[in-house]
Each structure stands twice: as C-alpha cells, then as structure tokens.
C-alpha cells in the first residue's frame, strides 16, 4: 500500500428532505433531514477512494463539511500506509491539531469532521486490501490492532497491556464465531415503527408488518406527551406481547427531576432500557435517573469521545452502550470504547439509524462479537428501515437479524445518483 | 428598548499573528495566533451596536465565524426588548435549535458562536442602557437575573427558587461591595512572565519586573519538560519569595497517570493549583489526580457548559472554577456555573488571557463578588498582558488588582483600526 497516494480529500453536504414525512422524529428532533458530511478520499489508484461520512439532521452540515475541508490538508500527499502503519499519529493530527482543537476539542463539528474522514480511510483501506471492513480487523493479530488505538487519556482506565490480553482472549475460537456470525447475522431492534410524528395508526400498521417479519425487539420514542407515551406502550405492547423486548427513547428532553417522574408510569411497560433520558453530558444524572426508577440506562449516541465515555462507565451511569463510530472521532475511537465498555463488562449496543450509521455501525458490532466480548447475549443492534437505497452496499436484514456486509470497505459509499440528487443546495431534491 | 431593533450580525474573523513571538506558548499549544469570533449587531438606531467575541487560537476560527452568520438568523429582527425580556427562550433558540444542535450540543463551534452572540447582545443591552454590564448585573432584582439564566438541565443542582434566594442574600450589603471593588478593584494574577516558549532570562526579567510593580501571585505554563518546569519553578520561587502565590498551568498535556508523577516533584513548589492536569472531559481523572498529589485543581476553560461543570463540582473534582464567558454560550450561563458553584463552596476565578478574556470575564468576577459569592477571599482573576490596546474600553490594572470597567458595555468593542489590520486574511497583517 505504500504506492497507494492520497490526491484530495473532496466534502460533501449531502442532505434528505426526510422532515417531509417525519421520518425519525423525536422529541428532541421535530422534524430532522437526514443529512450527512460527506468525505472521499480521492488516490493515485484509478478507481481506488474511501468514502466516509458522519450523520447530521440537516442544519450544521455545512459547519462540518468546512471542517472536513480544513481537515483535508492532513490527509492530501500521504499514502496509505504512512497513515494506517500509525494510526494514532494520524489521528492526534486530525483530532488534536494545535490550533484546530481549541475550537472542539474533540468533540462538536471539528470531531464529526474528523470522524468522516478516519471512516474513509477504514474504507479505504479495506477495499485496498478487498475485505469489508470487518474481516480486515477481525484478522488482525491484536499486537496490530492495539497499534492502531490512541491511548491518551484513557490509559488510567485501558493501558495499552490490558487491550492486548482483551484481544489475545478474543483469539479463542475466532474462527468459529466469524462462521456463526456469517451463518446466523447479528441481533437487531426495530425502531422503524416508533417515531414520535406517527399517528396510532401508522405505529399499529408499521409494528404489526414488523412483527409478522420476524421481529421481536422494538423502540419507541417518548417524551413529547405522558398521555401520548402510555397510550403508544399500550398500542405496541398489544402487538408485541409480554416476551418481546421494548426499548423506550427520550433523545434528552428531561431534566432528572423530570425523568424520574415521567418515567414511573411507564415502568409497567417494562422497558429494558429508557435511552437519553437526560443530557448527553449529565453522568450523575444519568446516574440519578437510574437509580430512582430502577430502568436499565442506554445512552452514548451524543457521548463525544472516549474520555467521556470513560465517565459514564467508570460511575457505572451506562448499562448499554451506545457508542457512534461517526459521532466519536470515527471507526478508531469506537473500537477504544468497545474495549473500554468490554473492561468494564458494559455490552455495546451502538448507535445506527440516521443515514448511514446502520451501514457503519454493524460493522463496529461484528467486531464487537468477533474480536472483543465474543457474545451476542444482550446486545443488538438498532435497525431503522430509511435512505438504505442509497448505498452502493446498503445493510441485509432478515428476520430481524444483521447479515455481515460482504463487499470490500466499510458501506459508506453512497451510490453517484444520490449525491447528484441530494447533494445540499444544488441537488434536484432541493431545487424544487 | 422595545424601539431598538436588531437589523443585521455581522462575524468577522480577526487573528493577531501571536505565533511569531511564541505568546501565550503552553505545553498544549505551542505555537497559537490569538484569534477571535466576532458578531457584531446591528441596530436601527444609529451608532448603537453590541459587540461580542469568543476566543480562538487561529485556524477554526472561520468555523466559528460561518456559525456565527448561521446563527444570525435568529437575531435579525429581534427586538432588543423581545430577547431580554425573556433570555433562556433565545438562548435556547441559539443553543438547542432543532437541527443545529446536532453538531453540538451546546459545545464546540456552534457554542462558541453561541457566546459570540449572547455576549453581543449582553454589550448592546449594557450599552443601551448606558452602563457597563456589570452595573447592569448588579442593579438587577434578584427575580430578575433569575428570570435571565436557563436551568435546564441544571434544575437538579440548582433550582430557580435556589438561585434566587442565593440572589437575595448578595443583596446584603450590596452597595458596599460595589464601593468597596470601585475602591480597591479585584485580585489579579500574573502569567505574562510564564509561557513555555520563553526562555529564562524572559521568564526572570518579566517575573522580576511584574513582582516590582506590585504582583504578588504567578502563574507558570508547565508539562513540556520536568527538568525545565524544575528550573522554572526555582527562578520563579527565587524571585517571588515564598510568600507569593504560586499556580501551575499543564494545559490537559498529561494521562492520568503522567500527572500524578510528574506533579510529586513540582509540590514542593507549593503550587497553589495545577490548572488542567489532564483532559478537560476527565471529571474523575482530576479527582484522582488531586487525591494522589495533593494538589488542589483548577479548571474550566474548556469545560464546554452548565451541565460539565455540574460533573466537575458534584464529583468535588473542581477546588477552582475556571469558567470561560466564551467557551460556554456567554455571561448568562457563565452566571449559571457562578450559582452552581456558590452552591458548591467552590470560588470562582474565570478565565481569562487570550484576546478579548481578560476584558469580558472582569465583569464575570465583579458580579461575583457583588452578587453572589460576596467575598474577594481565594478569587482571583487572571491576567495577561497582551493585545489590550486593540480594545476601545481595555482593561485597567494597577498594582495586582483589576480597576472595575466604566465605560458602557461588556467591554467587547474592539477598534476599527484593529479590525482593518487583523481581520484573516484580508487584514494588513496577514498580507505581508
């Protein structure tokens, strides 16, 4: 790979109209484009680029993709190799520039910049070597994946040591979980049906279909209306049936005072978890919130890097986590967390949906499985049924089950036509 | 004020190329152009403006800048009557707008513009009313000032009915603090004299000259060189005495670990604080640095918002609160963290240094003393020598002590000769 030259870097704001039809609708998000700042990664090598992005609801892309721009000048003339034989330098470059880093650090736009492009140099790289993006770290010897981890700041909690013996454990029977894998897909969860924009009706409809596919864990989004929630659990309740699993979502509308007595009449729902209950930054509240209802907490989509993800662990404030390999400094900084999460017996649940993030993220969970906590059990993997016909390699689901990605890279690459028509503002999508 | 209308937000990009003569070099960032964010508003009457920047260090400050103009838009054709009468409900439209708040939330560069903003808006009210804002503060109703800040998110903390009666207890006595602070001005430190990049005849000429002119407590920038911070201290020391205060600055150079070992030899210094040992998410990472060393902690400057410091003084992981009127979304939620931690024990010294800091965080500490901690006891406010003379009402120092702002506004403005030399990268300055 050391023939393999980085030519440029081009960004992209790719956005869709998805707040048309309330497609992923919130209590936090009324009305979200789905949208996303968008690298590519242009070589020597015809053919030959990385695509990664990270997700956005619209408003903002902008920020980012400036960001991605600035970002660039890191990435253009090195090759390939310089930049994956030492991971963590390239990293500190993007994510601790010294004046650029003032402005996050390592976190908000200038992260989410840096995470599309770590993601397309994981793209890269593996269709460079023609393996999806999986297999390529699923076999790595753990020496060489610990090389590719940047330790700063989490070392106290994960030294470099403790990652290798992790891994050397995740070496038992490799091969037969990569079979199993491939044999029997990843676990998922159903949030498709459970948006906060839906009427009764269009929940009952879209939760029925999902239940006769073969689905047996679902989301719902919560937090705009008690009246609303209780009267949605009962509608979803009614079709799932007492042993399919229910997962509620509050995307951050609450103060702690307010979630804990929110909450309490919906315990009799018996959700696993109750997901952002508060804050994105707020440990002792997550903590709080816990402790006074007795749900399970899920958070980690906003959680910005692996140092506060070190938080909420360490203050046992996070039972599921859910990390976002585009909302962290990318694929890299995921893997730091799953780690992190696996030290401190956390299972990793991370986040999809959006644009995109289904495709990235499964690859985080089969790694997960395959070199890391070497079990499915309690962990899955959101599923949301928007913008996969835009992919070149969009996300297999069967019966409520992820089929590994197949095709060389990390599934980010979106196909020509949907950047010409979604391309922000000029595309026919925005013309109109 | 219900005539004064908001016609247009300007942001400007203005970097001073600081780098050339290593000011403001620290172990973090070795080589910054100081740089700032700036809005400035425009009204319909003519002549009255408010102007306020957030803090760079060079590149990303065009980050900042386009959020800034993408932020306008929820300014123009305001009233300045309709945005103070009720400040958490722009605040909120600034900080937590639906889509944008993505790219956030509420930290990174959209919050930075965010303060850019507020603190515009905090010049133009001041300056309306022909007061400088903390006159405009301290002559509040306590119902208020309450009425100004946001709590969400905090409320678990600190109620409103909390903060107000915080509030009414700095009424006692209140007059006589504003005499007491426009008599005596407030307590500075000194970190002119302590860069990284100078070397020691720099460091002892500064350091001896500041000590004749008054200064009696320093602050060295540390954590390039254990050897060269052990010389370092000792010149200083020599040239203090033991008397003087002493404050150590690593600027989140170090792991957990490095911290505690590298600070043992240091103690003997008896800093009064080391100021971001470690990295500015890690609340329990502070802890655990200041129970293995001893060594009280500082921080905030990069403490992105209420709900971080909320983690930083509920772990008791903050002796000194650091906050930044320009890291977080401005003066009213820079007021919040003074609550929360008047509600903690914790005294607050706000950073300050860059360009711009020093003259917007007096204000922060004058309303501090009048208002809610009512004691000048362990505060003190930083002070750095540089680029005062490109603002229209600079800051006053005299003998160690801060002389209080009289001109209207949030002491914000700066010259228009300023702005023409070192506007990036049109300015004179960064031509040649």
């Not at 003032?102 to 840096?114: D, F, I, Q, R």
């Not at 209950?277 to 919130?289: A, K, Q």
Request: net charge negative; hydrophobic share 40%; with cysteine.
């Amino acid at each position: 790979m050391k023939d393999i030259v980085v030519k440029q870097v081009l960004a992209l704001d790719i956005r869709f109209p998805t707040s048309r039809e309330l497609d992923g609708s919130d209590a936090s998000n009324p009305a979200p484009d789905y949208s996303a700042g968008y690298a590519i990664i242009e070589t020597n090598r015809s053919g030959l680029r990385g695509h990664g992005l990270t997700f956005t609801i619209g408003d903002g892309t902008d920020l980012v993709v400036a960001a991605i721009h600035s970002l660039s000048r890191f990435v253009r003339g090195k090759t390939l190799s310089g930049i994956v034989d030492d991971m963590p330098a390239f990293y500190a470059t993007l994510a601790r520039d010294q004046q650029l880093k003032w402005v996050g650090p390592e976190k908000g736009v200038v992260h989410l910049a840096c995470a599309a492009i770590v993601n397309a140099v994981w793209d890269l790289w593996s269709k460079a070597l023609g393996k999806p993006a999986w297999r390529l770290i699923a076999e790595m010897a753990p020496e060489q994946l610990v090389r590719c981890i940047d330790f700063s700041y989490i070392a106290d909690a994960l030294s470099p040591r403790e990652a290798l013996d992790m891994l050397r454990d995740g070496e038992k029977s490799k091969s037969d979980r990569v079979k199993e894998v491939m044999e029997r897909g990843y676990p998922a969860y159903n949030t498709s049906a459970g948006w906060i924009g839906y009427d009764d009706d269009k929940i009952l409809r879209l939760c029925t279909s999902a239940r006769d596919a073969g689905w047996d864990k679902f989301k719902l989004k919560v937090g705009r209306s008690l009246v609303d929630d209780i009267r949605r659990c009962e509608i979803i309740r009614g079709v799932i049936g007492d042993d399919a699993l229910l997962m509620l979502d509050a995307n951050q509308v609450w103060n702690v005072g307010e979630a804990i007595e929110w909450l309490r009449p919906l315990r009799k729902f018996r959700p696993t978890w109750i997901e952002e209950p508060t804050s994105c930054d707020d440990v002792f509240g997550h903590l709080e919130i816990k402790k006074a209802t007795g749900i399970p907490i899920a958070t980690g989509e906003q959680c910005h890097n692996r140092v506060m993800f070190k938080q909420f662990l360490y203050a046992k404030a996070m039972d599921y986590c859910q990390v976002d390999p585009c909302r962290v400094g990318g694929l890299t900084e995921a893997i730091a967390v799953l780690l992190l999460a696996h030290a401190k017996g956390v299972p990793v649940c991370p986040h999809t949906g959006g644009v995109g993030l289904c495709e990235i993220s499964q690859h985080l969970a089969i790694v997960d499985f395959i070199c890391v906590s070497r079990t499915m059990d309690g962990r899955m993997l959101e599923y949301v049924d928007h913008l996969h016909e835009h992919f070149v390699d969009p996300v297999q689901v069967r019966g409520g089950r992820y089929l590994p990605p197949m095709k060389p890279g990390l599934s980010q690459e979106l196909m020509t036509e949907a950047i010409t028509e979604f391309a922000y503002p000029g595309g026919a999508a925005w013309k109109s």
